[in-house]
């Protein structure tokens, strides 16, 4: 049994979460023309790639910002709902400021404001993993778009098996940023994507059983912002999707040597250096393929350098130690929240004005996936990848 929340924070928390999905900042820093920038920069010898170009924007941030100040945040008496709407208040007006300050010298910056840099530490632990993990032969990649189409489509049935209301869209679009991707709570998935068979189930549970899932659970409850995405929730949805995906069977040692890839061109990104500089220390120093290297290299230079991808790494670093700790996993799929956020959520839960995840994901449920889960909780950063895919 819910409690409703009082109407200055509904109105809020509705307004929040209207304009995030405005703000929209995610398509705003994808670059367009990434298959034609690739065969440019290949044709170049690796010297040289064409500069990034963005869609159009499709927000005006000082409305947005008017928007913002004008929230009666101030009217709200709950003190844990109010503190927690502030804080994804701050959060978005940063997302506004990214947004605007694509392409020019301020963003990095407003990157950093954002996401924060690679700590020292995590920087150790990607030049470990880029040093320490081995590089495997690549099993052929003999699956696409149609095959993540029909794997994705039988993952959403089975969830709508379980609730009525589970539901999202699948687009197979062209000039992605990525392979497939989750925005909004619909899947995106790269028309021209080719992957190993035993990485299709992976990444589907990477995109639909942790974002897809967690944004749903996120909808069941009172306050919107965990479907939306409490401030700073992206380091745990990150490190939940890595899980998901060695859970899944199939976490090989070249998906984590990318995680770790993409913390060292943040940095490098952060320092100044181009496309073909981020490229090249991928590449040549660490051992990337260069495809997987020029497509990091771009993706840390979104928007001027986009600190995010450090995220991926940090996020399932700061899972695994959760784990070690011998926490439940199951709070974390409630909705999109941070790892600091459970004290507060345990608090609402108590006074109904939060609920238990209504969906676990499917990756957790079987003994051997439960046996797994075991099997992180002792598995170091450097170690967590599969040697081969599991059944």
């Known amino acids: 049994m819910t409690a409703p929340l009082e109407p200055a924070a509904r109105i809020v928390d509705a307004e929040l979460f209207a304009i995030e999905t405005e703000i929209d900042w995610l398509t705003a820093l994808s670059p367009t023309g990434n298959h034609e920038r690739w065969e440019a920069f290949r044709a170049s010898g ?40 502030r804080e994804k208040s701050r959060e978005l007006d940063r997302q506004v400021d990214l947004v605007e300050l694509r392409g020019t010298d301020g963003f990095v910056q407003a990157s950093v404001a954002l996401f924060g840099a690679p700590d020292p530490a995590l920087l150790a632990d990607a030049d470990e993993i880029l040093a320490e993990v081995p590089e495997r032969e690549q099993a052929a990649a003999e699956a696409g778009a149609a095959d993540l189409v029909r794997a994705a489509e039988e993952e959403r049935e089975a969830y709508r098996a379980q609730h009525d209301g589970f539901d999202f869209a699948i687009h197979v679009v062209d000039d992605l940023n990525s392979s497939l991707m989750v925005n909004r709570g619909e899947l995106l ?22 974002h897809v899932v967690t944004r749903f659970n996120g909808r069941q409850q009172p306050l919107r912002q965990l ?141 051997a996936a439960l046996d797994q889960l075991e099997a992180a909780r002792a598995t170091s950063l450097t170690s967590f990848y599969t040697q081969e895919s599991r059944p």
């Open 46 to 85: 690796y010297r040289s790639a064409p500069a990034l170009t963005y869609p159009p924007l499709h927000c005006e941030p000082r409305t947005l910002r008017r928007r913002l100040r004008e929230l009666p945040l101030e009217e709200i008496d709950h003190a844990l709902v109010g503190e927690l709407l």
């Open 189 to 210: 998935i790269d028309a021209e994507t080719r992957v190993p068979r035993a990485r299709v189930a992976p990444l589907v549970a990477h995109e639909v059983g942790t």
């Open 227 to 367: 479907e939306s995405g409490l401030a700073h929730y992206d380091p745990l949805q990150e490190g939940l999707a890595a899980l998901a995906e060695w859970l899944a069977g199939c976490l090989p040692a070249d998906r984590l040597r990318v995680l770790a890839g993409r913390v060292v061109a943040a940095d490098a990104a952060m320092q100044g250096q181009g496309v073909e500089e981020v490229f090249a220390l991928l590449h040549e120093t660490h051992g990337i393929g260069a495809h997987g290297a020029f497509d990091t290299a771009v993706r840390a230079l979104r928007g001027g350098g986009l600190t995010k991808d450090a995220v991926y790494l940090q996020g399932l670093r700061d899972l695994l130690a959760y784990l070690a700790d011998g926490h439940d996993i199951a709070p974390l799929f409630a909705g999109k929240l941070a790892l600091a956020h459970l004290p507060a959520l345990e608090s609402l839960r108590e006074e109904g004005l939060a609920l238990p995840p209504a969906l676990m994901p499917r990756h957790l449920r079987s003994e």
